[in-house]
Nanobody, 123 residues
């Protein structure tokens, strides 16, 4: 079973930047339809931050438009989230998701979630 591994979280001051990465491991991935970033703050539901299709079409939550940039490397099956002008309200656990994963040896596509990486923003 494949999995996603996030990295790049940490503590940053308000106004600062962080870059999150999400890589696949454990399986040979043939293709991934969509990769995305979600986040969950304490006491709140998990929410979509940004997604990117295999053709490069992106979608952002209104709260991060103009500040965050999602990108992916299809050859490496890796996604990135560049977060700029961070605000205290951006603090959350950030999760990577891969939708429509076609792995070698699988007859169906699957969805993967990462374990999450903590982002803390100090005011």
């Amino acid at each position: 079973q494949g999995q996603l591994v996030e990295s790049g979280g940490g503590l940053v001051q308000a106004g600062g930047s962080l870059r999150l990465s999400c890589a696949t491991s454990g399986s040979i991935i043939i293709s991934i339809s969509t990769m995305g970033w979600y986040r969950q703050a304490p006491g709140k539901q998990r929410e979509l931050v940004a997604t990117i299709t295999d053709e490069g079409n992106t979608n952002y939550a209104d709260s991060v438009k103009g500040r965050f940039i999602i990108a992916r490397d299809n050859a490496k099956n890796t996604a990135y989230l560049q977060m700029n002008s961070l605000k205290p309200e951006d603090a959350a656990v950030y999760y990577c998701r891969a939708i429509g994963v076609w792995a070698l040896g699988s007859s169906t596509r699957a969805d993967y979630w990462g374990q999450g990486t903590q982002v803390t923003v100090s005011s």
